[in-house]
């Protein structure tokens, strides 16, 4: 079981949980908005966040990831 998995989960809770290499997993009801403050659809419950700055359809994860040698301190 991975770390974020571990814990409960209600309809209303949040997380944001950090995969290892890879991009930031938000899971529950929070508002995503753009740098201009517009709000950025979402179509899934969970949404991958990029982190290594390589994605191509920001804010949202591509796989990029796994080829550009990106390595996360957490
Ligand atoms: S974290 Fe996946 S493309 Fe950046």
């Known amino acids: 079981m991975r770390a974020h998995d571990e814990m409960p989960r209600h309809d209303d809770e949040v997380t944001l949980a950090a995969c290892p290499d890879g991009p ?13 403050g517009q709000d950025v659809p979402r179509h899934r419950a969970t949404v991958a966040l990029c982190r290594c700055g390589g994605t191509a359809i920001p804010p949202w994860c591509d796989g990029t990831h796994k080829v550009n040698g990106y390595r996360s301190e957490t």
């Open 24 to 36: 930031l997993l938000l899971r529950g009801p929070v508002r995503i908005v753009d740098d201009r």
